[in-house]
């Protein structure tokens, strides 16, 4: 079993920077595909980005490429998400997901993909 909790969301205006980190509970981490969902109000489950290993072709979801940075720590057992230049469209509930599964940087994963989620953490921009 894996438990991933996140934290790092709040409220910021556009054009701010946040960082969101995610921590896992088992040691087989770095075997792990560790991707960043997002969800609005209304809309499906998204994958932002997801990373198989430190060093491996990230995915980013092509709105937020070029101001989202998935990195992985893994003497933390940890994934994080940085997220500059924050938008309004950007305002969603952010969960981080695990599996045990390669995936590369060329496609983006549907949630089924996934078996562990965290709680989720919200990310609201607004002026």
């Known amino acids: 079993q894996v438990r991933l909790v996140e934290s790092g969301g709040g409220s910021v205006q556009p054009g701010e920077s946040l960082r969101l980190s995610c921590a896992a509970t088992r040691t087989t981490y770095t075997a792990f595909c560790m991707a960043w969902f997002r969800q609005a109000p209304g809309k499906e489950r998204e994958d932002v980005a997801h990373m198989y290993a430190a060093g491996s072709a990230p995915y980013y979801a092509g709105s937020v490429k070029g101001r989202f940075t998935i990195s992985r720590d893994n003497a933390n057992n940890a994934v994080n998400l940085r997220m500059a230049n924050l938008k309004p469209e950007d305002t969603a509930v952010y969960y981080c997901?695990?599996?045990?599964?390669?995936?590369?940087?060329?496609?983006?994963?549907?949630?089924?993909?996934?078996?562990?989620w965290g709680q989720g953490t919200q990310v609201t921009v607004s002026s």
């Open positions: 997901a695990a599996d045990e599964r390669y995936c590369g940087g060329s496609s983006s994963l549907g949630r089924s993909a996934f078996r562990y």
